[in-house]
Structure formats: C-alpha cells, structure tokens
T-cell receptor, first 115, second 111 residues
Framework: DAGVIQSPRHEVTEMGQEVTLRCKPI?????LFWYRQTMMRGLELLIY????????DSGMPEDRFSAKMPNASFSTLKIQPSEPRDSAVYFC?????????????FGPGTRLLVL | GQQLNQSPQSMFIQEGEDVSMNCTSS?????WLWYKQDPGEGPVLLIA?????ELTSNGRLTAQFGITRKDSFLNISASIPSDVGIYFC???????????FGPGTRLSVLP
C-alpha cells in the first residue's frame, strides 16, 4: 500500500513567485493535514481537512497561503507570493477515524527554499 | 492551548546503551503517538498508545501511556547507529481532532 505521496520533493524559487505543493493521502483516509517544519518552530499544523472540507485553518500564517482539497485523493498548498521566510519543509499527513485507533501517517515532505 | 514538552532535548549515548525519553502534557490525552524522523525524511510512526497504563513494544522500542494520561515514555534498548534521529511525541485529547506535537528529542549514537 502506497503511503502519503508529496510532490515536488524539493523546490527552489525566487521571492514573489507562486509555489504549489501537492499531496495524495493514503487511500481511504478521511483526514488530511498540512504541516510546516522549521528549526526554530518545529512542526506546526497549518490546516486540516475532513472529507475534503477544511476544518481548521487557524495555523495558516497569512493570506498568502491557501489550501484546497478538490477530491479525496488530492490536496494542494499554495503560497502566492512566496517570501524567503516561507523556506521550510512542508509535510502532508493523513489519518482515518473509521477505526477506534487513530494514527497519522506523514509523507516525505517538500523542501522549499525561497531565495 | 495544549503544549507538549519532551525531555531531554538532545542526548549522546554510546552504541549498546539503553535510552529513555519522555513527553509531558499540560492536559489529559487519550492517544499518544511516537515518531522517528531521519534527516531529510518525514516522521515515521513507531508506536501508538490508546489506554492509560498501556505498554507497547516494537522491536527494541517500548512505549508507555502514563497513568496520569499527561505523559508518555519511550525506551530504546541496546541502541545501534541507525537509531540516530529525532524522536517526536504527539498527543490528542477527546475534544481535538488533530494531534499536538512535541519539539522532539535528538538522539545521537556514538560508535
């Protein structure tokens, strides 16, 4: 069974450019999470979806960030315009509450560098 | 809001030694997860705990759900070089729908 898939694995862009990160959750999982990881702030939850609907986006840093989940197998996190302080590793994770024992599985991450 | 603390922040041990680390919460959790993150990779789930007092093993790793439900412990026996990485705990209470993550414990194993 394939795990959480993220693309691209690495992204280098210039300040002001639009960046789109992609995620395919584990099939059958109804929760999808976007995290950002930096040395200074550790793992931060940005937004999560349940059944494709955004539930909590309070972690999204500002209006330059947006996330969508058009269907159960795909989600995007977009930064427009990007800034150097957005440089971080962005993780997607998915989980399911259909069993009583919930766990959360992470993708390999997208390493973003904004110059 | 909820916060998790992990102790120690980092540790250097000799290969073959046992390792203990813990995670404490300011509130009661009903689920604890332990992850390991290798450099350049995403966190990988090691052990999941769902009941207070539960003790679960995964190979050389053993984790416990604290009786108070405000803490959890991870032990690694007979450490080996590939145990190097950052270990994260994550917890969830009855009301939250997402997990809160600790800052991690960075483990280095000296040959």
């Amino acid at each position: 069974d394939a795990g959480v898939i993220q693309s691209p694995r690495h992204e280098v862009t210039e300040m002001g450019q639009e960046v789109t990160l992609r995620c395919k959750p584990i099939s059958g999982h109804d929760y999808l999470f976007w995290y950002r990881q930096t040395m200074m702030r550790g793992l931060e939850l940005l937004i999560y979806f349940n059944n494709n609907v955004p539930i909590d986006d309070s972690g999204m840093p500002e209006d330059r960030f947006s996330a969508k989940m058009p269907n159960a197998s795909f989600s995007t996190l977009k930064i427009q315009p990007s800034e150097p302080r957005d440089s971080a590793v962005y993780f997607c994770a998915s989980s399911s509450l259909r069993t009583a024992q919930e766990t959360q599985y992470f993708g390999p991450g997208t390493r973003l560098l904004v110059l | 809001g909820q916060q998790l603390n992990q102790s120690p922040q980092s540790m250097f041990i000799q290969e073959g030694e046992d390792v203990s680390m813990n995670c404490t919460s300011s509130s009661i959790f009903n689920t604890w997860l332990w992850y390991k993150q290798d450099p350049g990779e995403g966190p990988v789930l090691l052990i999941a705990l769902y009941k207070a007092g539960e003790l679960t093993s995964n190979g050389r790793l053993t984790a416990q759900f604290g009786i108070t439900r405000k803490d959890s412990f991870l032990n690694i026996s007979a450490s080996i070089p590939s145990d190097v990485g950052i270990y994260f705990c994550a917890g969830r209470d009855n009301y939250g729908q997402n997990f809160v993550f600790g800052p991690g414990t960075r483990l280095s194993v000296l040959p």
